[in-house]
């Protein structure tokens, strides 16, 4: 069984910075991409950011602020997020293609406020 566990958000100031992490464990023998989703209440559920061997994209409203990684040795994949915006504010999901099945984690709540 695979689990995606996410961490780091938290409440942050307009303007500041935070990194999520997302980790995958269990019996892990392919890992496709890897992503960052978020959903703010009555909002549908976006992509804001992924990352595979080939490529990587994110969403026109977080180019330039935002920026994923992944560390291959730890199945982890991170998400530095700088000049937060109060609309940045979400729940923030982690989201991998593994053994050719698709897996989310629990969400990790981030919230940009004065």
């Known amino acids: 069984q695979v689990q995606l566990v996410e961490s780091g958000g938290g409440l942050v100031q307009p303007g500041g910075s935070l990194r999520l992490s997302c980790a995958a464990s269990g019996s892990i023998f392919r890992i496709d991409h890897m992503a960052w989703y978020r959903q703010a209440p009555g909002k549908e559920r976006e992509l804001v950011a992924v990352?595979?061997?080939?490529?990587?994209n994110y969403a026109d409203s977080v180019k330039g602020r935002f920026s994923i990684s992944r560390d291959n040795v730890k199945n982890t994949v991170y998400l530095q997020m700088n000049s937060l915006k109060p609309e940045d504010t979400a729940t923030y999901y982690c989201?991998?293609?593994?053994?050719?099945?698709?897996?989310w984690g629990q969400g990790t709540q981030v919230t940009v406020s004065s």
């Open positions: 990352i595979s061997a080939k490529f990587i």
């Open positions: 989201n991998g293609n593994i053994n050719y099945n698709d897996y």
